[in-house]
């Protein structure tokens, strides 16, 4: 079994920043995706980054392309979502998730996922 935590959320003014983290226990090892999904208030869950194998490619939602970063830290196993030029409709729950096996932007895909950090942010 593999275990996410989720850290970093928190209240921010429009145009302003946070940073998630997602660090990963367990059988961490079979670990090849590290993603983020949000949950917005009344919408379904839906792909926020991604970042595989050794972190050389990420992929983002058009939404957030240009304004959030993901990276990774492989000895740490553990995934980190910088968040710039925030919106109010960026507000949400913050999922990590995470795969054994290559990228994919459906929700289904995701075998391990963390209770969630909580961004809202407000104008």
């Known amino acids: 079994q593999v275990q996410l935590v989720e850290s970093g959320g928190g209240l921010v003014q429009a145009g302003g920043s946070l940073r998630l983290s997602c660090a990963a226990s367990?059988?961490?090892?079979?670990?090849?995706?590290l993603a983020w999904f949000r949950r917005a208030p009344g919408k379904e869950r839906e792909f926020v980054a991604a970042?595989?194998?050794?972190?050389?490619?990420?992929f983002y939602s058009d939404s957030v392309k240009g304004r959030f970063t993901i990276s990774g830290d492989n000895a740490k196993i553990s995934s980190y979502l910088q968040m710039n030029s925030l919106k109010p409709e960026d507000t949400a729950i913050y999922y990590c998730?995470?795969?054994?096996?290559?990228?994919?932007?459906?929700?289904?895909?995701?075998?391990?996922w963390g209770e969630g950090t909580q961004v809202t942010v407000f104008s």
């Open positions: 970042i595989s194998g050794s972190g050389v490619n990420t």
């Open positions: 367990g059988r961490a090892s079979s670990i090849y995706v």
């Open positions: 998730a995470a795969r054994a096996f290559a990228f994919s932007s459906m929700e289904s895909h995701y075998n391990y």
